[in-house]
């Protein structure tokens, strides 16, 4: 991590900046939807690159295996079965990090340097500061980071961080063979996906497009959708994900707020001990009742 | 003090236990929440062996203050039901911060008091609902149960804090109070003085 | 590849993996490249992207081809040449063909035999006894001078251009959409979108693989499509061809090598049993030309013969022993994996070696080889991995429940590396030749392949020394010259493969140049001699390793004409020539068809450009030499005469387990199925009927898997863990089937359980007039591996073999289905 330790522009639970003089440009991993056939390389390139591995399952009646994201399956194909106008199409996409530009995870989590985000944009789990509290699934509006039964650290894509650091693309984009996973600054991501869209929209698919979610800032995953009016028929992918209102105010202004006032409090029993004293017995009344 | 034979026994030696250990329960409960509530506070995490360590006792510790409190709600629940004059006393509650008296007489527990007893328990019952929801080790909520059990958490406890500052502050600013807890007793004039209603019954005085 | 020879004269994929990018429309059909074939598949995507090419799939199922394809249509399992023969009728009625390319380039203006008919499902000269045909009358009308007869007007009745209009006639749309089941528009917008790259500047590549080839008529199925391009003017051009995508990496090496039973290296024949002089075995293979300035290339087959037979037996082949004829087997029958499993199903096969073949898993009807194998003595198992043919003998519950006491047949494991482990060239579909270096050494006793071959075969020559033997003289004069004798490199076979000049080998034209010394490597296949002066092999890899050094090895990915056809990267045969008979990429007279695609073109004086060409380099167009010069006609054929064995024309007949049980094309009930198809006796007796088992099955791959290999592999087993079979909801509907229970299948050799996927990417079909549900049966799992144990899927297959290549029908049978 010593090459990537210059380039951190936020990290989680920390008040204070975060090493980042050095700027590099942000880049993008590029989905293209379109041209993926679900062959699965690039989850087989993914549990060997990170040399996770995951448990033999049982097929429950699809193609998707493992069925779900796990904390060794750091991404997953999804198909989707859909009659469409033009007969039946059967959509695939590849779950996983969405590497968001307002990264949900990161402002949930409350261990310090447990996630970082680099200049480039990737969005990376330090999982020896992870305190397995798991609060990053719960700010994620994705739906990604899976905590491990085996450790509980929670795991998700790195966007191969390692290898990106040193020029590499990801694993994933390697294995790719037929050129649907694209690697590249997000700049020439976009344009490469200007291409695609254009394509896409000769052979009658008016509604193709990027999805670049604004509602958090953008991602440096990106897809090319043949219906990017209907992100939700590719196995549910979020219309307009964003941080969830409950976690913005779970995790924002509300918590210096309250803090101070639990201060405060205490601070008005001091000054109101100061001030009156205390709520003492009167002495005549002590007295009577002595007596007795 | 202590020994004075005419002293009222305010609290059972079972009932000041199960206090304390209530207060033990909220005390780690509010340390490790803390840490984990602002980066400010995440140091608090090295009193319970790291943050890993902080996250495995937060919810054990959460479990036994429910079991705990439920025994004490079981024996003060009806000591502490809410009646008119315990509104009209706190009606009075401004004057008594501000001068110290003189306020309407009172039971064994004072509308302050009742009324913390609800809140607490009110609380309580959130933060152990939210955070079962929270708990990732056993469940798996969905998202959107989730978000709404952490943002109940989080508000419940910065809540149930005030109110123990409130509480803690209330026994220390009313000398003998400490010590009914401590002790179990109370003088016969500390009893008649705040609780004058509760002393009558105690000592079979007529107002 | 027993019908693209019959068809352009070389049974291989024409083109290449990069050129498919070059295409303006794919068709992907009796193949699933997306799935099976998921590397080579990014030109179809790279064609998309930059060619802006279409992609069309039909396919029983939606496949992950269908994915992205931009039209699917559906079809019944084992109807392709009733949906083929439909295009061919569609673009032959509407005339959408490639006029000048079909009438100078093929056989259309040939005329056949008058002998030769087809009545009511039958060719002329059946036999129904032997299920085979009199193939006499199969054949072109020759005139006087040795030369095929032709009418260039095309009107005269005999006229293979008539002939293929007639028979095709009744492939009307109406009747493919009762045969296969696919509505007739979108039949029609199929054979539209094919129709449209029969003018000059369009191609259309078509890519298949095994869900042609395994069928009772698989060859036929490919010779449809392989008469579809000819019609379309699609053959010898950038982005076009018929393009076999093989299963294996080196499935093309194997044929190439001659691993056929029949077969001898490149593609030279084995004589059969009654071809007992040596003269007349090479007349028979090097045929005169058919038509005037052809160039006949097998005419040169003595001198692949002669240098083969050096490269064997060196100095013990002589002319005088007519280079040791007499030490070839000579055939019977054929003696594929079929047949050899009959023959030790029936007691007569003793040991049996079986090297990189996991025979259980993958022939048909595993109980019948499961027997089989238990009737050995003994079995010797090359492999790198404990396969279900190693252990088939043990008992594994319901997946493999037999009684080892029972089993006497003595196992030997002989642990192999894998390919990874070994250097050595792999050939691709493309005909590429590529070397490759290893990445490990062998683990634990492991040896590569060839080291355990070496070993055998020194221990068999010292005992065929030591104590004679039955015709020991082809083993103990094997020439063996490795500086090894018990490891062979990879280096030394490649080297004997490419050939070598024995003596100084002058220039033909000029007797006093020396072109190579003796014991150099020869430069390719034109400088092999007959007279006994060069070595070689394997005739097609000549040049494969020259005196500069292993072309194989190249890796120069430069491509100057910007086509893909990058010369310097490895070595394609024949001769480097990366696109076959790319001399029809240009019209009559030498200009390209296409200019904006040009590969070859005459400049005057000789043929060149960004490909070898696959011609007589200096034949002057005026001369008029055809382009598919391993044909003696010089030109492509339609009729194939008599190189198939069921047929001159494909014709639609239903799979051996049909589940309409008639022919909607005929009304014989002889030719209901491939009246050709080759059934052993008693294999007849095990076929099920539709009235007991309903619905129409195939089997599959999966991408998650590469045949029984890979459930061996952690990450593949995670991927793909469990065996399952796919129905249509309606079928689940019917039968209370849930997704992901799990259901029994049923067919009349046996039965296996497996989960139930049911999906709309099969839907009922409604066939000559009734719903039929297909049910797809993907195949890799078995009871060894790392993947959750499963049934060997051929414990349903029918034992059935296609006409020509013997290969088995798994791709199309009968099956019933319960919830389990």
């Known amino acids: ?292 | 003090m202590t020994g004075n034979p005419n002293d009222l026994q305010r609290f059972t030696a079972w009932e000041r236990g199960n206090h304390w250990l209530v207060a033990i329960c909220f005390i780690l409960l509010a340390l490790s929440g803390l840490a984990l509530f602002h980066p400010a506070l995440w140091p608090l995490t090295q009193l319970f062996g790291g943050g890993v360590w902080l996250r495995i006792l937060h919810p054990f510790v959460g479990i036994l203050i429910a079991v705990l409190f439920v025994s004490m709600f079981a024996r003060f629940r009806t000591l502490n039901l809410m009646s008119g004059s315990d509104w009209e006393w706190l009606k009075h509650v401004p004057e008594m911060v501000g001068s110290g008296g003189p306020m309407p007489p009172q039971g064994k527990f004072n509308g302050g008091q009742k009324l913390l007893f609800w809140a607490l328990g009110i609380c309580l019952l959130l933060l152990l609902l939210s955070g079962l929801v929270m708990w990732r080790a056993y469940f798996h909520p969905p998202a959107a149960l989730a978000r709404i059990a952490s943002l109940t958490h989080a508000a419940s406890g910065a809540v149930m804090i005030g109110l123990i500052i409130v509480h803690i502050y209330a026994a220390i600013w009313t000398p003998g109070a400490l010590r009914a807890m401590l002790y179990g007793t109370v003088s016969r004039a500390w009893a008649k003085h705040h609780h004058e209603l509760w002393f009558n019954q105690m000592t079979g005085s007529r107002p | 590849m027993a019908s693209l020879a019959p068809t352009y004269g070389r049974g291989a994929m024409t083109n290449h993996w990069v050129d498919i990018r070059n295409a303006d429309l794919v068709l992907i059909m009796g193949g699933n490249a997306a799935e099976a074939h998921p590397c080579g598949f990014k030109w179809v995507i790279e064609a998309k992207k930059h060619n802006r090419a279409k992609l069309i799939v039909v396919d029983p199922r939606f496949t992950r081809s269908a994915s992205v394809a931009d039209y699917y249509a559906p079809l019944r399992v084992g109807t392709d040449i009733a949906f083929l023969g439909g295009v061919i009728n569609h673009l032959l009625t509407q005339d959408r063909i490639h006029h000048e390319y079909v009438k100078a380039y093929t056989d259309f203006t040939f005329l056949v035999d008058e002998g030769f008919s087809f009545e009511n499902g039958l060719f002329s000269g059946y036999n129904a006894e032997t299920h085979t045909y009199d193939r006499s009358s199969w054949h072109y009308q020759l005139g006087a001078d040795g030369y095929v007869k032709n009418d260039p007007t095309l009107r005269h009745p005999r006229c293979v251009y008539q002939l293929l209009k007639k028979h095709y006639s009744r492939y009307t749309p109406e009747m493919v959409e009762k045969v296969c089941g696919t509505p007739k528009e979108q039949f029609i917008k199929v054979a539209e979108m094919i129709a449209s790259t029969a003018v000059p500047d369009r191609t259309m590549t078509v890519l298949y693989a095994l869900g042609w080839t395994q069928h009772s008529l698989g060859s036929q199925i490919i010779r449809t499509a392989a008469m579809i391009q000819l019609l379309l003017g699609n053959i010898g051009m950038a982005g076009g061809g018929m393009n076999a995508l093989r299963g294996h990496s080196n499935i093309q090496g194997l044929t190439d090598l001659g691993l056929l039973s029949d077969l001898l290296p490149g593609y030279l024949t084995l004589p059969g049993e009654k071809e007992t002089d040596y003269g007349a075995y090479i007349k028979k293979r090097a045929p005169r030309p058919l038509r005037p300035n052809q160039l006949s290339y097998w005419q040169n087959y003595e001198k692949f013969h002669v240098s083969l037979m050096k490269a064997w037996f060196g100095d013990a082949a002589a002319k005088t022993n007519n280079w040791c004829f007499d030490w070839l087997p000579k055939m019977d029958k054929p003696h594929d994996v079929l047949q050899v499993f009959e023959d030790m199903h029936q007691g007569r096969i003793n040991g049996y070696l079986c090297q990189g073949f996991n025979a259980l898993a993958a022939f048909p009807n595993k109980a019948k080889l499961g027997t089989a194998l238990a009737r050995l003595k003994f079995l010797v198992v090359m492999d790198p991995l404990a396969t279900e043919t190693s252990e088939f003998w043990r008992n594994f519950g319901p997946y493999n429940d037999v009684d080892p006491a029972k089993i006497r047949t003595t196992v030997f494991n002989l642990p192999c590396g894998c390919f990874a482990e070994e250097d050595g060239s792999l050939v691709n579909s493309g005909r590429w030749v590529q070397w490759h270096w290893k990445g490990a050494e062998p683990p634990g006793e492991a040896k590569v392949s060839t080291d355990i071959m070496a070993h055998i075969f020194v221990r068999l020559r010292e005992l065929y020394r030591a104590e004679g033997g039955a015709f020991p003289e082809p083993i103990l004069n094997l020439s063996w010259p490795y500086r090894i004798p018990v490891a062979p490199s990879s280096e030394e076979l490649a080297r004997e493969y490419s050939g070598k000049a024995l003596v100084d080998l002058s220039d033909p034209k000029d007797k006093t140049r020396i072109i190579r010394k003796a014991g150099e490597q020869l430069d390719g296949f034109a400088q092999l001699r007959d007279d006994g002066t060069t070595s070689c092999g394997c005739w097609l890899y000549c040049g494969s390793w020259t005196q500069a050094g292993n072309m194989m090895a190249r890796r120069d990915n430069s491509d100057p004409f910007g086509n893909g056809q990058t010369l310097g990267w490895a070595w394609a045969w024949p001769a480097n020539r990366r696109i076959q008979y790319n001399r029809a990429s240009c019209d009559p007279a030498g200009n390209p068809w296409n200019a904006k695609r040009r590969q070859i073109w005459w400049n005057g004086s000789a043929w060149g450009g960004s490909d070898v060409p696959d011609f007589k380099p200096d034949s002057d167009p005026a001369e008029g030499m055809g382009p598919f010069i391993m044909n003696p006609e010089g030109v492509a054929r339609f009729f194939a005469v008599d190189k198939m064995a069921d047929g001159p024309f494909p014709e639609h007949y239903e799979p051996l387990e049909s589940p309409i049980g008639v022919n909607p094309f005929n009304t014989n009930p002889l030719a209901v199925s491939n009246p050709a198809a080759r059934v052993f006796k008693g294999d007849r007796d095990a076929f099920g009927r539709a009235a007991e088992f309903p619905y129409a099955a195939t089997t599959y791959r999966l991408t998650e898997h590469f045949h029984f290999w890979t459930k061996h592999c952690r990450i593949n087993a995670v991927l793909q863990p469990e065996q399952f079979v796919e129905i249509d909801a309606v079928l689940a509907a019917e039968k209370n089937i849930r997704n992901g229970d799990r259901v029994t299948v049923r067919s009349k050799r046996g039965e296996i359980k497996a989960v139930a996927v049911v999906t709309e990417r099969l839907t009922p079909l409604t066939v000559n007039g009734r719903k039929l549900h297909q049910v797809g049966i993907p195949l890799h799992w078995g009871f060894k591996g790392a993947a959750r144990p499963g049934y060997l899927t051929n414990t349903l297959t029918p034992f059935v073999g296609d006409a020509n290549t013997q290969t088995p029908e798994f791709k199309s049978f009968l099956v019933n289905i319960e919830k389990a």
């Not at chain 1, 994620?140 to 450790?151: G, N, V």
């Not at chain 1, 929670?154 to 996973?181: H, Q």
């Open chain 1, 1 to 292: 991590m010593a090459l990537q330790s210059l380039d951190i522009v936020r990290r989680s639970a920390t008040t204070t900046p975060s090493p980042s003089v050095r700027r590099m440009p942000e880049v993008a991993k590029l989905i293209d939807v379109s041209t993926c056939i679900g062959c699965k390389a690039c989850q087989a390139a993914c549990m060997e690159w990170n040399d996770v591995r995951d448990d033999v399952g049982t097929t429950g009646g699809v193609y998707d295996n493992p069925p779900d994201l796990t904390a060794a399956s750091w991404t997953v194909m999804r198909f989707s079965e859909r009659r469409g106008g033009g007969g039946l199409e059967w959509l695939i996409r590849k779950d996983g990090c969405m590497h968001c530009q307002e990264p949900g995870c990161l402002k949930a989590c409350p261990a310090p340097g447990a996630i970082v985000q680099y200049a480039n944009g990737i969005v990376d789990f330090h999982e020896e500061n992870c305190i397995g509290c798991g609060y990053c699934i719960t700010g994620c509006p994705f739906d990604i980071p899976r905590l491990s039964e085996k450790d509980g650290k929670v795991y998700k894509c790195t966007l191969c961080s390692d290898r990106v650091a040193v020029g590499l693309e990801p694993a994933c984009i390697k294995a790719c063979p037929t050129g649907a996973l694209q690697f590249g600054t997000k700049e020439q991501m976009r344009e490469y996906a200007a291409e695609r869209i254009s394509d896409l929209k000769a052979r009658g698919f008016a509604k193709a497009g990027l999805y670049d979610p604004a509602g958090v800032g953008g991602t440096h995953v990106m897809y090319v959708l043949h219906y990017a009016d209907q992100p939700g028929l590719y196995n549910g992918l979020a219309a307009d994900p964003r941080i969830d209102p409950m976690v913005s105010l779970w995790k924002g202004v509300t918590k210096p707020i309250a803090l101070a006032a639990m201060g405060a409090g205490i601070l008005g029993c001091v000054l109101h001990y100061v001030t009156k004293g205390p709520n003492d017995v009167p002495d005549e009344a002590g007295r009577e009742e002595g007596r007795k």
